[in-house]
């Protein structure tokens, strides 16, 4: 098993543009999440989705869409990007339930100048 | 608003020192993770409290869950710089509908060999 794998590792982009970060995992897993790390920060939820078709916001999600249109893939799209958004967006998956070990990506280092 | 805090925010100790971090919320919490970050990567999970007063043990690493279930705790002892990275705790809201946990800010541990 691969896990959860995310692309890219890193980008750069210019403020205004648009990316969709992607995130798949391979243990069929129903529960998925995109969280954003600031540096020295805690984790902060954008996004979740407790099965295909399912999506729901978290804590921080203005500025970010997702879909989720398959069990394994759960992409985060960024509109008009803004420096604000500059931060680490880790992607993670859990079994079932929201107390189930949540399993995290390697993460995408995203800057916006 | 609802959230869980985590003290200290970072912390240096000599090799060989003990080390806790302390998580504590707002709200009763249904169980509480613990994950590790070392650093450029991404949270591991450590372990999972449920029971009101649990403690649990991984070699030089002991977990308690407060009786009330408003706070945490993780102590390492005889730290090591294999140690070093961010806690976090991440706890089940009470009353939250089921679908997220809530990540406490880290605490930043720093081992000076």
């Known amino acids: 098993n691969a896990g959860v794998t995310q692309t890219p590792k890193f980008r750069i982009l210019k403020i205004g543009q648009s990316m969709t970060l992607q995130c798949a995992q391979d243990?069929?897993?129903?529960?998925m999440y995109w969280y954003r790390q600031d540096p020295g920060m805690g984790l902060k939820l954008i996004y979740y989705?407790?099965?295909?078709?399912?999506?729901d916001k978290g804590e921080v999600p203005n500025g970010y869409n997702v879909s989720r249109s398959t069990t394994e893939d759960f992409p985060l799209r960024l509109e008009l990007a803004a420096p604000s958004q500059t931060s680490v967006y880790f992607c993670?998956?859990?079994?079932?339930?929201?107390?189930?070990?949540?399993?995290f990506g390697p993460g995408t280092r995203l800057t916006v100048l | 608003g609802q959230q869980v805090m985590q003290i200290p925010q970072y912390q240096h100790v000599q090799e060989g020192e003990d080390f806790t971090t302390y998580c504590n919320s707002s709200?009763?919490?249904?169980?509480i993770q613990w994950y590790k970050q070392r650093p450029g990567g991404h949270p591991v999970f450590l372990i999972q409290l449920v029971k009101s007063g649990e403690v649990k043990k991984q070699k030089r690493l002991t977990f308690q869950f407060g009786e009330a279930k408003k706070n945490s705790s993780l102590h390492i002892t005889a730290t090591q710089t294999t140690d070093v990275g961010t806690y976090f705790c991440?706890?089940?809201?009470?009353?939250?509908?089921?679908?997220?946990?809530?990540f406490g800010g880290g605490t930043r541990l720093m081992v000076k060999p």
């Open positions: 243990m069929n897993h129903n529960y």
């Open positions: 993670a998956s859990s079994y079932s339930r929201v107390r189930d070990t949540q399993y």
């Open positions: 991440a706890g089940e809201l009470n009353n939250n509908a089921g679908n997220m946990l809530t």
């Open positions: 989705s407790v099965g295909a078709g399912i999506t």
């Open positions: 709200t009763t919490l249904s169980n």
